[in-house]
Each structure stands twice: as C-alpha cells, then as structure tokens.
Nanobody, 113 residues
Framework: QVQLVESGGGSVQPGRSLRLSCAVS????????MGWFRQAPGKERQRVVG????????MYGDAVRGRVAISRDDANRTVTLEMTDLEPEDTGTYFC??????WSQGTQVTVSA
C-alpha cells in the first residue's frame, strides 16, 4: 500500500518562506514523477512544481516560477518543497503526488498578516 505523509504547512506571514516535506512508503520512487500541487477554495488543483524520475526535468507552475524549489531524495523516498516570498495568493491546501497517481492527504497553508 502506497502512502504519502506530509509535514510542514500552517500559517505564514507574507514575504516569509515555507518548507513542506512528503515521505513515501510502499513504493520505490526513483523512476517516478514527484510533485507538489495546491488547491485554493473554489479553484481547481494546480501544479506548483514537479520533477520527473531518473534525473528528468523539473516543471514549474507559472504562478510560483522563481519562488520555488523542489528536491527529492530517492534513497529515503522523500520530496521537499521550498517556497520563498510567500503571497496571500499562495494560500491553499498543498498535496504531494508521486507517479501522477498517488496523493497525500493535503496540508493547509495560509499566508496572511
């Protein structure tokens, strides 16, 4: 059984940074896409950033380009998102995904003063 468990999230002030981590169990990750998505209330889920397996490319969402970094550790089966210069528009539920098939339960990020 594949499970994805997030850590991080919470309330953050505008302009600050955020770090989310996702730990995967039940599946090796090295060949799989790993990515972060988010969903704001009343809006569709959108990709924040993703990285293909086996040293493949990194793909950024337009809304966060230049403010995000993704890193993966396939030995430990984790993927980490770091975002800087947070804006209120970054508020939403953040999900990690592997293989474009498996999803985490989501963690809330709220950016407000």
């Amino acid at each position: 059984q594949v499970q994805l468990v997030e850590s991080g999230g919470g309330s953050v002030q505008p302009g600050r940074s955020l770090r989310l981590s996702c730990a995967v169990s039940g599946r090796a990750t090295s060949s799989l896409f790993m990515g972060w998505f988010r969903q704001a209330p009343g809006k569709e889920r959108q990709r924040v950033v993703g990285i293909e397996g086996n040293g493949g490319e990194t793909m950024y969402g337009d809304a966060v380009r230049g403010r995000v970094a993704i890193s993966r550790d396939d030995a430990n089966r984790t993927v980490t998102l770091e975002m800087t210069d947070l804006e209120p528009e970054d508020t939403g539920t953040y999900f990690c995904n592997i293989g474009r098939s498996y999803w985490s339960q989501g963690t809330q990020v709220t950016v407000s003063a």
